[in-house]
């Protein structure tokens, strides 16, 4: 799980393979360690997004993070056409 990053995955490619490591790991349940790893390897935009809320589960940071991604493509779409 520690090799684990983002990078270039999509967050629901990131999501799926965090999960599929989390169960080779055997780590099933959420705990804060593992929420807090879901969160701390995403790309920096997302953790600033997200950070605020403290979701207590991979599923809820899951959630607010596509929406967190909505949002900052929202943001890069409104700059590139001029208006912010």
Do not use: C, W
């Not at 629901?12 to 969160?39: G, H, L, M, N, W």
């Not at 940071?61 to 409104?78: G, P």
């Amino acid at each position: 799980m520690h090799n684990l990053r983002q990078r270039s995955m999509t967050v629901k490619e990131y999501t799926e393979e965090f999960y599929k490591v989390s169960i080779r790991a055997e780590q099933i349940q959420d705990t804060d360690e593992k929420v807090a790893r879901y969160v701390n390897v995403l790309i920096m935009e997302i953790q600033d997004e997200i950070h605020v809320l403290s979701p207590k589960t991979v599923e809820e940071d899951y959630q607010i993070v596509l929406k967190a991604k909505e949002k900052l493509m929202r943001k890069q779409s409104a700059r590139n056409r001029g208006t912010f």
